[in-house]
Each structure stands twice: as structure tokens, then as C-alpha cells.
């Protein structure tokens, strides 16, 4: 596993798993803006697309999805100094009132005039505006624990903090000397 700086102010980072050509941040864009995808995604779940948001037609589901799409990737690539990531993200677990090491976070698109976004972007929170992308998905159930696709991001983003625990990274100073160390070898 590699990370990608994704902003030069070392503020957005996003992994790279090992056999992946990019970053998951980039390629969960990517399958986000791709007709093609979409097109199959909601043909399978178009049972949770009623059930949960009360939409049939999936020409509208894939719309709507390319529409927030465009405005969260905005929004997390924003670089100006007024960018504030702390607002876009929130707590994973909506009962959690407190900060925590490595927190479990969530960034959701915008609510459009006929329903909540089910865009979500999965992170680990590394200090105040400062985060570490593990995955994004679709979510049209209640729970993560509900769809395979959900709940293999609720084991991405446990692994990734497992990992970043074990390397001793729990801020942007402990990011950039990983990233370094990464780029030209550990030493042993």
C-alpha cells in the first residue's frame, strides 16, 4: 500500500493499493463520471434504488450521481487557503461525539431537490484538515454492513488504520516521513 499527496499542502492524501494503476480516490471518480459503470451498478441494485430513495429509472439515478459527483470532487480538490476539509468530512459512526486517534470519517455529496446523495468518500482523519482517502462507494441502504461493496470499504478503512497505527503515523509530520520513506527505501 502507497499513498498519493493529493493536495501540495500535504492536506489530502488517498491510498494506493498495491495492483491498482491509481490512487482510489481517482478511480472512485472515475467509475462515478463512467455512463458504462453506472449503467451496471444501478441495474443491480435497483431494488435498494426504490427501496431507499424511491427512484425506478436509472437513467435518473446515473444523472444524478455524474451531477454530485462533479460538485464532491470540487469540493475535496478545492486547494484554496479558504478550503475547509473538517466541514466536508464527518464522523463514520454517527453516535461518535468525540474526536479519536486516526478517526473513521465520512464526506457525503449535496443533497438535490429530490433526495440525499448516496455519494460517499471513506477517510481517516490524520489531525485537523488533514486526511488519508481509503475508498468511496455508492450507499443506497441504511447500513454499510447491508452490501458487499459497502462493507468491503468498512474493511478498507480499518485496514488502512490498522496499517498506519503499526507504522507509527498519526499526524501529517509521521504522512510525509512514510511517504518519504517509501519513495527511497527503508533503511534496515
Known amino acids: 500500500m502507497k499513498f498519493d499527496e493529493i493536495t501540495k499542502d500535504g492536506h489530502l492524501w488517498a491510498v494506493r493499493y498495491d495492483g491498482m494503476d491509481d490512487n482510489i480516490l481517482y478511480s ?11 449503467e451496471i451498478f444501478f441495474t443491480e441494485y435497483v431494488s435498494d434504488l426504490f427501496q431507499y430513495f424511491r427512484i425506478t429509472d436509472i437513467d435518473e439515478a446515473i444523472f444524478d450521481t455524474i451531477s454530485d459527483a462533479i460538485k464532491l470532487q470540487s469540493l475535496i480538490l478545492d486547494i484554496s487557503p479558504e478550503a475547509d476539509l473538517d466541514k466536508l468530512f464527518k464522523h463514520l459512526e454517527n453516535s461518535r461525539t468525540a474526536e479519536m486517534l486516526l478517526g473513521r470519517e465520512k464526506a457525503m455529496g449535496s443533497k438535490n431537490s429530490r433526495h440525499q446523495s448516496w455519494l460517499r468518500l471513506y477517510a481517516i482523519k490524520l489531525e485537523p ?21 459497502t462493507l ?15 507504522e507509527g503515523v498519526s499526524d501529517l509530520d509521521g504522512m510525509k516521513d512514510l511517504n518519504n520513506e517509501d519513495n527511497y527505501g527503508k533503511s534496515n
Open 28 to 38: 472512485t471518480f472515475n467509475d462515478w463520471l463512467n455512463l458504462e459503470w453506472l
Open 152 to 166: 468491503k470499504e468498512l474493511y478498507r478503512i480499518e485496514m488502512v488504520r490498522n496499517f498506519l497505527i503499526k
Open 129 to 149: 484538515q488533514t486526511y488519508v482517502i481509503t475508498g468511496g462507494a455508492i450507499k443506497l441502504t441504511y447500513k454499510m454492513e447491508e452490501r458487499e461493496h
